[in-house]
């Protein structure tokens, strides 16, 4: 993403996350920000319960990353006739 800078240089930022809503409007998010908000849900968490939130934790993986289950196997009747 690039910016004006004070002297109307366009120059490019990197600090910045950009996202699109749904309904194709775009957005911006500040990376420090970002960081002090992921910071204070972790301390914040800890001090309720003595853990981390579970987003926020090394073994987390994201539904989207996650294996697919295995699909239930069928039963068979295997009894002698």
């Not at 490019?12 to 957005?27: D, N, P, V």
């Not at 500040?30 to 972790?42: G, M, S, T, W």
């Not at 539904?63 to 006739?81: G, S, T, Y």
């Amino acid at each position: 993403m690039y910016l004006p800078d004070k002297k109307g240089v366009e120059r490019k930022i990197h600090s910045i996350l950009r996202y699109q809503t749904e309904s194709k409007r775009m957005g911006c998010i500040n990376r420090d920000e970002n960081a002090v908000n992921n910071l204070l849900k972790i301390v914040n968490t800890y001090l309720l319960n003595k853990t981390r939130p579970e987003k926020f934790r090394r073994d987390y993986m994201p539904r989207e990353f996650m294996p697919e289950q295995p699909k239930e196997l069928a039963l068979v009747n295997f009894q002698k006739q």
